[in-house]
């Protein structure tokens, strides 16, 4: 799990994971400075903290850095099958044991969307989106009266040089020369959340320590939480995927840049999408829904 705010509500959901799954291992990666966890009331649900606590910004490399210790540390101090990639606004909608049940039984080695990337085309001005984050690299403007030229710059010399704004602040890109892509590594996207064997995992551990120049790549791109992993594991002919991450989420009304916040209004059409779990969940928004969700998936 990675989180980064609404700490009681990433207690709920340790607390409903622990007791649904009682031999499950769940790992947190939570990220203190917008707000801290409970550490005593971590250890009591039964969760393990990775410490030291790591700063992550949404739509950087250290997302993926998180994901990858977690990774690393699974391989390393536990025995388990199977990894579920959850976000602290996640919530299961179906009984815990029935999903362990499912996965047992699987024939695939990884639930996770993989789409194929195209490269950018030096012929046109509009670059595709994840053409744009994957096939660039990406410098933090260190001031905002920087950005001001740059921004003037960047759509004439498109595409060239392109401008992107995140959370952290503003970036700037230029297209890569030199991308770490080929036939045998083609770039791919898909969403955030994954299910995947511990097959896949080590794939991944194992592709990240040996391939520090595709690592050093994705360090300088935007958004690679939604590539990296998706690229090794699409290459690797050997691993059976799903493109069903067996999640829930609504992207409405259209367009949308992030799932909404889902509410009691949403119940129905969530517990029959047969998915593992859904997301966005916000107990300040609608906390009843989560008790909904309790009360009828343990009546299942």
Known sequence: MTSYTLPAQVLRLVRTLRAGSPGAHIVLH??????????????????????????????????????????????????????????????????????????????????????????????RRNVEEFASRYFYRYVALPDWRVLAPMSSIAPKARPLLLSRQLPSGSRIGWRCARPPFSATLRCHQGSDWFTLSRRCVAAVDSFARHHPEVVRHYRRTVIPTESFVHTVLANDPALRLSGDSRRYTSWEPRPAARPRVLRRADLQSMLASGADFARKFDETVDAGVLDDIDRLTHLA
């Not at 540390?73 to 996640?90: A, C, I, R």
């Open 30 to 123: 939570h990220d203190d400075r917008r707000c801290s966890l409970d550490r005593r009331a971590l250890d009591a649900a039964g969760a393990r903290a990775l410490e030291p606590s790591w700063p992550v910004e949404w739509g950087d490399f250290s997302q993926v850095a998180a994901i990858l210790r977690g990774f690393r540390w699974l391989l390393e101090q536990t025995d388990f099958e199977w990894m579920v990639l959850l976000s602290g606004q996640d919530y299961p909608v179906r009984p815990l044991a029935a999903i362990e049940r499912d996965l047992a039984d699987s024939a695939c080695d990884g639930f996770i969307e993989t789409r194929v990337i195209a490269p950018p085309t030096l012929r």
